[in-house]
Nanobody
């Protein structure tokens, strides 16, 4: 059973940086997609960045040039590097994974069918 655990959230001032980590256990997918999402209470969940096992990545326009996604396969860890943070980036951040699926499909939430989600880590950006 795949389990995802996010960490690295916290409070930061506008213009600052954070790196979120998502450690996957029980991850045996040979083909997969993984992504980072965020959600603010009362708003829809937003896909930020995703990658797939073919090495392709997809990004939302809202974070292009500021956020990057990467993975360390040896550590079974997915990262989200966030630079030049803004108050509107304040949200709960989640990682998700799915067996099969391309990066774009993952970024769009897998049509509501992404298989595994982490519990989330809170990011607060103050002005």
């Amino acid at each position: 059973q795949v389990r995802l655990v996010e960490s690295g959230g916290g409070s930061v001032q506008s213009g600052g940086s954070l790196r979120l980590s998502c450690v996957a256990s029980g991850f045996t997918y040979r083909t997969y997609c993984m992504g980072w999402f965020r959600q603010v209470p009362g708003k829809e969940r937003e896909g930020l960045l995703a990658l797939d096992s073919d090495g392709k990545t997809s990004a939302a326009d809202s974070v292009k040039g500021r956020f990057t996604i990467s993975q360390d396969k040896a550590k079974n860890t997915l990262y989200l590097q966030m630079n030049n943070l803004k108050p509107e980036d304040t949200a709960m951040y989640y990682c998700a994974a799915h067996q099969n699926g391309g990066s774009w499909w993952c970024l769009k939430g897998g049509e509501g069918n992404l298989g595994v989600w982490g519990q989330g880590t809170l990011v607060t950006v103050s002005s």
